[in-house]
């Protein structure tokens, strides 16, 4: 409301004003259901997709279980096998299957306390196997070094990378460091878009079967072709370092 006034001042009248508020405050009320409901869709969405995502970690999570059980019973079979024949060479064989299957039975050992199911840390296992295989022999005159960063990829690309570790400190193993001891270098961490893993042995040779030796090769070179990395070995008298390296695609 606002008074109109004549040249004196005084005011002869009134001019009012109105406006329909009732449009647009039942376009807010509209808007404001329409927000709300979708608020609660979305919750509801949430919510299922939590539970799937649970349900699917769970589900993983006891297939990795199973897997790890089932490796553990074919290491056991492997074993008992080994002990009972008196072939050594058959004896021998059977303790290489023995050594790849508890390789792998680490692999799925780390990926089932692992929370995320979907990726794997090299640098972790590859610890982890040297420590195992390393004091399975029971000797005090290994040295033991490392220079470990975090590496991580994929979960698919775990049992060949932790076939590839795994032949390459067996490799140390059976040159020497199972007979007369030595060192032991273990190297993993990123380059540039790479990773590389390293193993420096310096050990007294010893004349290993060949056999063995050329059937780990094939495996090194099989597991290397699946991840399609490459690999550089260096020999210098009792020194021998081995590189590998490969792409991280996340």
């Not at 390393?134 to 060949?160: F, N, Q, W």
């Not at 273990?186 to 056999?211: M, Q, Y």
């Amino acid at each position: 409301v606002s008074p109109v006034r004549d040249v004196s001042g005084a005011v002869i009248y009134f001019f009012a004003s109105q406006l329909d508020f009732t449009n647009i405050k039942s376009k807010e009320a509209e808007l404001a259901r329409a927000r709300h409901i979708a608020e609660e869709e979305v919750a509801l969405r949430t919510a299922d997709l939590t539970e799937a995502l649970r349900a699917k970690t769970a589900l993983v999570h006891e297939v990795d279980h199973r897997v790890k059980n089932n490796l553990l019973t074919i290491a056991s079979i492997v074993k008992l096998q080994a002990r009972m024949t008196d072939n050594e060479v058959v004896e021998r064989t059977l303790m290489s299957v023995l050594n790849r299957v508890e390789a792998l039975s680490t692999v799925q050992r780390k990926l089932l306390n692992d929370e995320d199911v979907g990726h794997f840390d090299v640098a972790d296992f590859a610890n982890t196997l040297m420590l195992d295989k390393i004091g399975a022999l029971k000797r005090t005159d290994i040295s033991l070094t490392t220079d470990l960063h975090e590496v991580v990829v994929p979960a698919t690309k775990a049992s060949p990378l932790a076939l590839i570790i795994n032949e390459l400190i067996g490799d140390a193993i059976g040159r020497g460091l199972k007979e007369g001891g030595g060192e032991l270098h273990l190297e993993v961490k990123r380059l540039n878009g790479h990773f590389l893993i390293r193993v420096v042995d310096t050990v007294v040779p010893v004349e290993v079967d060949s056999e063995q030796a050329a059937f780990s090769k094939k495996m090194l070179e099989a597991s290397l072709k699946q991840l399609r990395a490459t690999i550089v070995r260096t020999v210098d008298g009792r020194r021998t370092d081995v590189r590998v390296t490969l792409s991280v695609k996340d």
